[in-house]
């Protein structure tokens, strides 16, 4: 038999697992053309909650009582498909299935021989590319500037904050505990942090870690760490809107403070910033994040989880901050 | 004597008249290398709302006790310097100030031949710089999509709109009376308006004058229209922050709907335009606004108030929407 997850219902709030029914189906076949797969590295990311809900975005929402989907590390174990080989290992958006089949399309091969498969979810994979387009794209960041980034700790704030000093700037991360913060430090090199649980005023607090002010922000919470970044931001100050963790759960439409008038006097750019509109760079964006790996500029870390039955759990602990980096699952 | 208007207190919300002092000094003399001005030609604009207050911004604040300063068209009456004759016309920052002295620095020539003087304050000037250097900076339109525009109007936006159209895009034009949203399309060709004051939802209003989503939002205003504005931006949409009049006088930090998650979701960019930015750009807008105005393809309306003691009512007047087009008082 196949093990599968569907979304059972539309979480209102924080998700839990009541929210997801563990099912089962017969193994598919991989007809003429087809592969079949068998999932080996699931990865679970903030962004999916917000495929949970029943709104436009900029990728189609899950639908209830069908299986969920993510990036997906997975082995070909049967081919009929010419363009791969049983025993490859490819990478794509594929559903929480044990074994699926596919047709290729959208499927990229991984090669372990340049770097573990695990990465290809990670620093090498959308996370990475994420952080390296988001700076590229947006931020483009300038040597002797300084890079302010929530969510340091996690899989894109780590990265970003690493090429901010590859390119030359003063980089300061924002997490939620002081093991984070001590890591963001330690293990990424950040200049300085701020623990946002522990800061009374964030505002003050970015301005005492930034004295220069910030040119680039890179957000992956928004809310009012943002606020407090904006309030920060010099003449000509870019900021990356790459995610929103702190108002995914929320059931209301979050208010705070208006920004136009901020943005009007700094003349800043706010921009948001979603990965998939950058296909054609990604092949770039790796090459360059995989020599940096292998010049051992930028370190990552992975909370690795295993049981395909625990692929709910993962996702829900990442709104815990109970990760160290990118949040796997071994199936 | 010579008259002069001060600013007598930092007004608080809504300017009044006993926020400005009518004061007399003696006419000054021009020295070596100096020239005497007679000013003619005075622009009150809404942006000047934002220098009575003392906090930083893109431009100094104005000093208590001190002359007022704006846009003036004035009359070289004497002249000690070798670069500027009498009888000449100058444009410049300069104090509400009947006769005043200068060294030149900051004065461009206007030429009455090419365009009435009062142009130079319109839709040669400021205001018709800041539409198209917005438009060309950060709108970047592109033929058949479609512009919306607030404060359309007004100087800047009626002029934003015309440029529009001159693109080949499909222009919607926000103000607040119906005489205003006639004037938009009877005069200044719009495809369309919507009259924000008797509209009950703007976010339908828009959904329905912009079917095709909104691509390119030029912003005068702020507060509740631009959360309606970016409630219909397309994909990849971008929003020119060049005024929020709608703010200008309140006295509290006003709030209202984040828009971290609605950039985020449809990679919207969100871009503070002050034109002082770009001043080298400011001859080769100044010259295409020229050949337009020339060919006949924009046109502009000023209201124009009579006599100097009228300068602080006339700005007041800018917030109730009194004007049409540009708001000019000639001396």
Do not use: H
Not at 255 to 271: A, D, F, H, W, Y
Not at 281 to 302: C, H, R
């Amino acid at each position: 038999m196949n093990k599968i997850i569907l979304l059972k219902n539309r979480p209102t709030g924080k998700p839990t697992l009541s929210d997801f029914e563990f099912s089962e189906e017969e193994r598919p076949k991989a007809k003429e053309g087809e592969l079949l797969l068998k999932a080996k590295y699931v990865s679970v990311d903030p962004y999916l909650r917000g495929r949970m809900r029943d709104e436009k975005s900029y990728i189609e929402p899950f639908k209830v009582g069908e299986p969920l989907e993510s990036g997906i590390i997975a082995e070909v174990v049967e081919s009929n498909n010419r363009n791969f080989k049983r025993g490859e290992f490819v990478n794509g958006t594929l559903k929480w299935k044990q074994f699926q089949t596919s047709n290729g399309n959208g499927l990229n091969k991984v090669d372990r021989e340049k770097a573990p498969l695990k990465a290809y979810l990670g620093v090498l994979g959308l996370t990475g590319i994420t952080a390296y387009l988001g700076l590229d794209k947006i931020g483009k960041l300038k040597k002797g500037e300084t890079l302010l980034v929530s969510g340091a700790a996690g899989a894109v704030g780590s990265v970003a904050g690493q090429i901010g000093k590859i390119k030359g700037c003063t980089v300061i991360g924002i997490a939620g505990t002081d093991e984070k913060t001590d890591r963001i430090q330690e293990k990424f090199g950040f200049d300085g942090t701020i623990n946002y649980k522990t800061s009374k005023d964030m505002k003050t607090a970015i301005k005492e870690a930034c004295p220069n002010g910030v040119d680039v922000y890179y957000d992956n919470v928004g809310g009012e760490t943002l606020d407090a970044a904006l309030a920060n931001m010099n003449k000509f100050g870019r900021v990356i809107n790459c995610g929103a963790i702190s108002l995914y759960n929320e059931t209301k439409t979050p208010t705070g403070p208006r920004v136009e008038s901020t943005l009007i006097k700094n003349s800043i750019l706010m921009q948001g910033f979603t990965v998939r509109d950058y296909i054609k760079d990604f092949g770039p964006a790796q090459n360059q994040l995989a020599k940096w790996m292998e010049a051992d500029k930028i370190s990552y870390l992975e909370t690795v989880v295993e049981g395909f039955d625990n692929i709910p759990q993962a996702f829900i602990d990442l709104f815990e901050g109970k990760n160290k980096g990118k949040m796997i699952v071994i199936v």
